[in-house]
């Protein structure tokens, strides 16, 4: 059962831009932290970024950092989560997955510790 949908994947060149998005299908996120990890092909998922609950706390890999984004909108009694992805590389492509998990306000990287997936976008980079 599908609980969370990506989209906003693509093929960009080096150096673009993409912003990647996040809703819950059948259910809310909103007390929920959120992450985006990513799985190139042949490799393991990786962390990418998250952010708390209230979105005061966000936490990045080292290889994204001051080039990625997470946010995320709980306006609408609901969560969206955002993935502002700048200054794109070929080493970013891979099918990116958001995920939620009950941290209070803690972060993990952590992939065991999200109880809530998405199936996933893809994102290429061409150089």
């Known amino acids: 059962q599908v609980q969370l949908v990506e989209s906003g994947g693509g093929l960009v060149q080096a150096g673009g831009s993409l912003r990647l998005s996040c809703a819950p299908s059948?259910?809310?996120?909103?007390?929920?932290?959120m992450g985006w990890f990513r799985q190139a092909p042949g490799k393991e998922r990786e962390f990418v970024a998250a952010?708390?609950?209230?979105?005061?706390?966000?936490?990045?890999a080292d290889s994204v950092k001051g080039r990625f984004t997470i946010s995320r909108d709980n306006s609408k009694n609901t969560v969206t989560v955002y993935l502002q992805m700048n200054s794109l590389k070929p080493e970013d492509t891979a099918v990116y997955y958001c995920?939620?998990?009950?941290?209070?306000?803690?972060?993990?990287?952590?992939?065991?510790?999200?109880?809530?997936w998405g199936q996933g976008t893809q994102v290429t980079v061409s150089s």
């Open positions: 995920a939620a998990g009950n941290f209070g306000m803690a972060l993990t990287a952590d992939a065991n510790e999200y109880t809530s």
């Open positions: 059948g259910r809310t996120f909103i007390r929920y932290s």
């Open positions: 952010i708390t609950y209230n979105g005061g706390f966000t936490y990045y």
